[in-house]
């Protein structure tokens, strides 16, 4: 990994260009606020009839009121902006200004710490390397063991000196992000003085549509471009711009107008997920307050009212908002698509088990929530459902699948989430904790087939999904634990999402994994390093089927088994007792004979029987085979006791 550079820090708009720019706003608002009154003093001359007179033209004096009045509002704009251009370059960027001087000060003797200690540690390890002769004297191999010590000691705290730069780097960026976007905020919530008229009185459109905000020939000009933003970030945030911006037009636009734009645009609820999850809530809160709901709690008037009734997925799939709102939304989203006459019967049967999953209670009496629900582009339904109260839960995982999985699998994951839940709930009962648990099934993705398995594209589509889900949960409960379980191709997904957000997630459990990429376990292995995320993975010997999923000779692009990374624990899935698991003792865990998440029933080969002609005939039985999440299961008790003792650690970072 590279080392920090003054160059990695985002330039600071100079706060007294912030405060001169508001100062020539006022100069302008007095201006033509001076400039209106003479105007206006001298056209009032026409009302006097001793000077002049037309006979049918008395309302001659009143044709400026008009534009005196927008003049006004033109003023009060003008100084409301310079009231906020003031304000930000008065406090917030002077200290930001500062802030990036004592960064970009900091940055060359932390480095150089880091090159020098580095340099030292090589040195000294190449000194106690050679010492390691039967002919070298004893206290000179003591001396060299003791300076490598030192040097491996000072080595480390300077790595530890330069984490603190990076993440102080880092908290710096988006601290100047924020304040930006703060301030354009609050420039383009001022109005007044902006409509344009032509001299026929029609509307004219110009590239100024209101303030802190332009049209412009690249994306997120002016306020949403950054420096520290890839493009592919970039894009992803004026995705969730564009999307927020949307919403909060549907909210309130002619029905007829927002369900012709929504018809024409099938895949807009998709894009909603990538709104910052800090923004929808911060859109939802505002919506709310300007909505009203029936005793029951569901929302009858206002922009809420509108979109339950009109576009309820569009809210449902924001992440960053309460999950029982998101319930609300989506079941009614759901209800809409089932009400359809187009659906195939394929289609049909995995709403079905869909509906009958959120609708089925669990043994506490609580319903699961529908996190997420939406139709992808290829006409298939996607969805998250939680698995306890993901709002208030001390500890939140989410569990995801490989290959040829759909909701067409829902049953047997649902099941098994449940399951998972409902066992850490009694361990920790049965341990004395009185932390609270909540598992979310992860399905709003395309895992694809056998033919894709080796591909990327699909793992990092639902990597860049689950990092938003991740997050949307994280800031609603942000003290609770996140933690992440996969299976198969699962395991290259998630392994992406965690390493694209360090400090986010604390541990991961991968079950028979389909590979990960060379740059996502030197991101695992640095995170584990720093001690931000802890990685477990097991890999049962009679499952055959993983392996082929890492092979880079048939093409596969995430070749390296997550086994190999360096800190990653390795945990048993071929039989055997896992200690305390339901009782102190510890209890039997099943070998995992397959490659299946869960259980599943295989005709097995028995022996050789005679046929009616005397010939003999092969013999099969069906023979129930134990996946790595069934409850039976040596991996899943594993993972149980993991996520009780993990309750034992501190939340992410974040």
Same mark, same amino acid.
């Given at each position: 990994?590279?080392?920090?550079?003054?160059?990695?820090?985002?330039?600071?708009?100079?706060?007294?260009?912030?405060?001169?720019?508001?100062?020539?706003? #006022?100069?302008?608002?007095?201006?033509?606020?001076?400039?209106?009154?003479?105007?206006?003093?001298?056209?009032?001359?026409?009302?006097?009839?001793?000077?002049?007179?037309?006979?049918?033209?008395?309302?001659?004096?009143?044709?400026?009121?008009?534009?005196?009045?927008?003049?006004?509002?033109?003023?009060?704009?003008?100084?409301?902006?310079?009231?906020?251009?003031?304000?930000? $370059?008065?406090?917030?960027?002077?200290?930001?200004?500062?802030?990036?001087?004592?960064?970009?000060?900091?940055?060359?003797?932390?480095?150089?710490?880091?090159?020098?200690?580095?340099?030292?540690?090589?040195?000294?390890?190449?000194?106690?390397?050679?010492?390691?002769?039967?002919?070298?004297?004893?206290?000179?191999? @003591?001396?060299?063991?003791?300076?490598?010590?030192?040097?491996?000691?000072?080595?480390?705290?300077?790595?530890?000196?330069?984490?603190?730069?990076?993440?102080?780097?880092?908290?710096?960026?988006?601290?100047?992000?924020?304040?930006?976007?703060?301030?354009?905020?609050?420039?383009?919530?001022?109005?007044?003085?902006?409509?344009?008229?032509?001299?026929?009185?029609?509307?004219?459109?110009?590239?100024?549509?209101?303030?802190?905000?332009?049209?412009?020939?690249?994306?997120?000009?002016?306020?949403?471009?950054?420096?520290?933003?890839?493009?592919?970030?970039?894009?992803?945030?004026?995705?969730?711009?564009?999307?927020?911006?949307?919403?909060?037009?549907?909210?309130?636009?002619?029905?007829?107008?927002?369900?012709?734009?929504?018809?024409?645009?099938?895949?807009?609820?998709?894009?909603?997920?990538?709104?910052?999850?800090?923004?929808?809530?911060?859109?939802?809160?505002?919506?709310? @307050?300007?909505?009203? @709901?029936?005793?029951?709690?569901?929302?009858?008037?206002?922009?809420?009212?509108?979109?339950?009734?009109?576009?309820?997925?569009?809210? $449902?799939?924001?992440?960053?908002?309460?999950?029982?709102?998101?319930?609300?939304?989506?079941?009614?989203?759901?209800?809409?698509?089932?009400?359809?006459?187009?659906?195939?019967?394929?289609?049909?049967?995995?709403?079905?088990?869909?509906?009958?999953?959120?609708?089925?209670?669990?043994?506490?009496?609580?319903?699961?929530?529908?996190?997420?629900?939406?139709?992808?582009?290829?006409?298939?339904?996607?969805?998250?459902?939680?698995?306890?109260?993901?709002?208030?839960?001390?500890?939140?995982?989410?569990?995801?699948?490989?290959?040829?999985?759909?909701?067409?699998?829902?049953?047997?994951?649902?099941? $098994?989430?449940?399951?998972?839940?409902?066992?850490?709930?009694?361990?920790?009962?049965?341990?004395?904790?009185?932390?609270?648990?909540?598992?979310?099934?992860?399905?709003?993705?395309?895992?694809?087939?056998?033919?894709?398995?080796?591909?990327?594209?699909?793992?990092?589509?639902?990597?860049?999904?689950?990092?938003?889900?991740?997050?949307?949960?994280?800031? #609603?409960?942000?003290?609770?634990?996140?933690?992440?379980?996969?299976?198969?191709?699962?395991?290259?997904?998630?392994?992406?999402?965690?390493?694209?957000?360090?400090?986010?997630?604390?541990?991961?459990?991968?079950?028979?994994?389909?590979?990960?990429?060379?740059?996502?376990?030197?991101?695992?292995?640095?995170?584990?390093?720093?001690?931000?995320?802890?990685?477990?993975?097991?890999?049962?010997?009679?499952?055959?089927?993983?392996?082929?999923?890492?092979?880079?000779?048939?093409?596969?692009?995430?070749?390296?088994?997550?086994?190999?990374?360096?800190?990653?624990?390795?945990?048993?899935?071929?039989?055997?007792?896992?200690?305390?698991?339901?009782?102190?003792?510890?209890?039997?865990?099943?070998?995992?004979?397959?490659?299946?998440?869960?259980?599943?029933?295989?005709?097995?080969?028995?022996?050789?029987?005679?046929?009616?002609?005397?010939?003999?005939?092969?013999?099969?039985?069906?023979?129930?085979?134990?996946?790595?999440?069934?409850?039976?299961?040596?991996?899943?008790?594993?993972?149980?006791?993991?996520?009780?003792?993990?309750?034992?650690?501190?939340?992410?970072?974040?």
């Amino acid at each position: 990994m590279s080392t920090p550079s003054v160059d990695d820090l985002p330039q600071v708009v100079d706060p007294a260009v912030l405060t001169g720019l508001g100062d020539r706003l #006022v100069s302008v608002a007095n201006a033509t606020q001076t400039s209106m009154a003479d105007v206006q003093q001298r056209w009032s001359v026409l009302g006097d009839t001793e000077v002049f007179h037309v006979t049918g033209a008395e309302a001659v004096p009143r044709m400026l009121d008009r534009p005196a009045s927008d003049a006004r509002g033109f003023f009060e704009a003008l100084v409301e902006a310079r009231n906020a251009l003031w304000d930000a $370059g008065s406090s917030e960027f002077p200290d930001l200004k500062q802030r990036r001087e004592e960064l970009a000060s900091r940055i060359p003797s932390v480095v150089a710490a880091y090159d020098s200690a580095a340099d030292a540690s090589a040195r000294a390890n190449a000194t106690y390397r050679s010492t390691r002769g039967s002919d070298v004297d004893a206290s000179v191999a @003591a001396d060299a063991s003791l300076a490598r010590l030192n040097a491996s000691t000072t080595l480390n705290s300077a790595e530890s000196a330069l984490d603190t730069l990076r993440s102080d780097i880092d908290r710096f960026r988006r601290d100047v992000e924020d304040a930006e976007d703060r301030l354009a905020s609050r420039l383009r919530n001022v109005s007044g003085g902006t409509e344009v008229l032509g001299a026929g009185g029609e509307p004219v459109r110009v590239a100024q549509l209101f303030w802190g905000f332009s049209e412009s020939a690249y994306p997120g000009a002016p306020s949403a471009a950054s420096v520290s933003r890839s493009l592919s970030e970039q894009l992803t945030y004026d995705l969730g711009r564009a999307a927020e911006r949307r919403i909060d037009w549907l909210s309130t636009a002619d029905t007829d107008d927002a369900q012709r734009w929504l018809d024409a645009h099938p895949d807009f609820v998709q894009s909603v997920a990538f709104v910052e999850p800090e923004r929808a809530g911060d859109l939802f809160t505002d919506l709310a @307050a300007a909505s009203a @709901a029936a005793p029951n709690g569901e929302w009858n008037g206002g922009p809420l009212g509108q979109l339950l009734a009109l576009a309820p997925l569009v809210v $449902g799939n924001l992440n960053g908002i309460p999950a029982d709102q998101r319930g609300i939304f989506n079941r009614a989203g759901l209800a809409d698509v089932l009400a359809r006459d187009d659906l195939d019967d394929e289609t049909r049967s995995k709403l079905d088990q869909l509906r009958s999953v959120v609708e089925k209670r669990s043994d506490d009496g609580s319903l699961p929530t529908l996190l997420s629900f939406f139709i992808d582009t290829e006409g298939s339904p996607r969805a998250n459902i939680a698995f306890g109260d993901v709002d208030t839960a001390d500890q939140v995982t989410t569990l995801t699948h490989g290959i040829r999985t759909d909701l067409g699998s829902l049953q047997e994951w649902a099941r $098994g989430s449940a399951d998972l839940q409902s066992a850490l709930s009694s361990e920790l009962e049965r341990t004395g904790q009185s932390s609270t648990t909540a598992v979310v099934l992860v399905m709003d993705w395309d895992s694809g087939g056998a033919l894709s398995v080796g591909g990327i594209d699909r793992p990092d589509a639902g990597a860049a999904r689950l990092s938003e889900t991740l997050r949307g949960l994280h800031a #609603v409960n942000p003290g609770a634990q996140l933690n992440t379980g996969a299976h198969s191709l699962g395991t290259t997904m998630t392994g992406q999402a965690v390493a694209d957000n360090p400090g986010l997630v604390s541990h991961v459990w991968f079950f028979g994994s389909a590979g990960i990429t060379a740059q996502t376990g030197d991101e695992l292995a640095e995170q584990i390093r720093s001690g931000e995320t802890t990685v477990s993975a097991t890999h049962a010997d009679d499952d055959s089927i993983a392996a082929w999923g890492r092979k880079d000779w048939l093409g596969s692009l995430h070749a390296e088994d997550p086994r190999d990374v360096p800190g990653v624990q390795s945990f048993g899935s071929n039989g055997g007792v896992v200690a305390d698991y339901g009782s102190p003792r510890g209890e039997y865990g099943e070998s995992t004979d397959s490659h299946d998440a869960h259980n599943s029933t295989k005709d097995e080969f028995v022996g050789w029987g005679v046929g009616g002609d005397g010939s003999p005939i092969p013999l099969y039985e069906p023979t129930e085979q134990t996946g790595y999440l069934d409850p039976s299961a040596e991996s899943f008790k594993h993972f149980v006791v993991g996520l009780r003792e993990a309750l034992d650690t501190t939340g992410a970072s974040r």
